[in-house]
C-alpha cells in the first residue's frame, strides 16, 4: 500500500524587512494591489488546497496581518504562529504546528513567484526519497574567493544558488531543530545536514526571486504585470 502523502509548509515571515524600504515591512507591501503574503500563501494553496499552510510572523505585526487579510478578503485557511529571535527560532516555532509523519516544506515569504511546478517537484522528491529537497539554481556572475592575501577565481560551475522552499521528512527536521542553535546555520538544509540527514538537489526556477531590496519590489511589480497581462 503506497502511503499518504501529508504535506504542509512553514512560510517564514518572521523579519522587519527593514531593506525593501517603505512603512511597511517587506511581507506586508503590495504586488498587484495584494501584499506580497497574500500571494505566497496562495502560491502553496494552488498547488494542493489539503495542504496545510503555517505562517510565521512577529507578534506585533499580527493584528496588522489580520487587518490586511479582513481588508483584502484573504480567506485561504492558514495558521499563525510568532517569529523568534532568528529565522532558526522562527522554524522551530512552525515546526511545533507540524506532526512528524508529515512531508514539510520551509518558504521564505519573500518568495511569491514560486510555481507550483517546483513546489511540487521538492515535496514530490522528498517523499519518494525520503530525504531533505533544496531547488537550485546555476550561477551566472564571474566569483571570487577572498583570502589572506587577497582573492581567487572560483569555478562558477561548482555553485548552486539556494531557494525555497526546502522539503524534509517532518519528523527527520523536528529532531534536527531540537538539537539546538548553531550560528554556522544558514538554512533549513544546513540544520538537517549537521543533524545527518542527506539532501538532494532539484532544479529550481530563475522567477523564484527573494525580494529584499526596492529594486527587487520594482522588479516583482514588473513581473506581475507582465505575468498578469499574458
Known amino acids: 500500500m503506497i502511503p499518504e502523502k501529508k504535506q504542509s509548509v512553514i512560510i517564514v515571515a518572521g523579519g522587519k524587512g527593514l531593506r525593501a524600504g ?57 495558521t499563525v504562529v510568532p517569529g523568534g529571535e532568528t529565522r532558526f527560532h522562527s522554524v522551530k516555532n512552525g515546526l511545533e504546528e507540524i506532526s512528524a509523519d508529515e512531508i514539510v516544506g520551509v518558504h521564505d515569504g519573500a518568495r511569491p513567484f514560486v510555481t507550483s511546478g517546483l513546489i511540487g517537484r521538492c515535496f514530490d522528491t522528498a517523499f519518494e526519497n525520503q530525504c531533505g529537497v533544496i531547488p537550485v539554481v ?16 572560483v569555478d562558477r560551475k561548482q555553485l548552486k544558488l539556494v531557494q525555497t522552499p526546502q522539503v524534509f521528512p517532518a519528523g527527520e527536521l523536528k529532531k534536527s531543530y531540537e538539537a539546538g542553535f548553531d550560528p554556522s546555520f544558514t538554512d533549513d538544509a544546513s540544520v538537517a545536514e549537521k543533524w545527518g540527514m542527506g539532501i538532494q538537489l532539484v532544479e529550481g526556477e530563475v522567477t523564484n526571486i527573494k525580494i529584499t531590496t526596492p529594486f527587487d519590489m520594482a522588479l516583482a511589480d514588473y513581473y506581475y504585470q507582465l505575468m498578469a497581462n499574458r
Open 22 to 78: 517603505g512603512e511597511l515591512p517587506k511581507q506586508f507591501q503590495p504586488i498587484g494591489g495584494e501584499p506580497m503574503l497574500t500571494h505566497t500563501i496562495k502560491a502553496f494553496y494552488d498547488y494542493d488546497y489539503r495542504i496545510r499552510i503555517v505562517v510565521v510572523l512577529p507578534e506585533e505585526a499580527q493584528l496588522l496581518w489580520s487587518q490586511l487579510c479582513e481588508e483584502h478578503r484573504f480567506s485561504v485557511p492558514h
Open 138 to 153: 546555476d550561477e551566472v556572475n564571474s566569483v571570487r574567493q577572498l583570502t589572506g592575501t587577497g582573492s581567487r577565481m
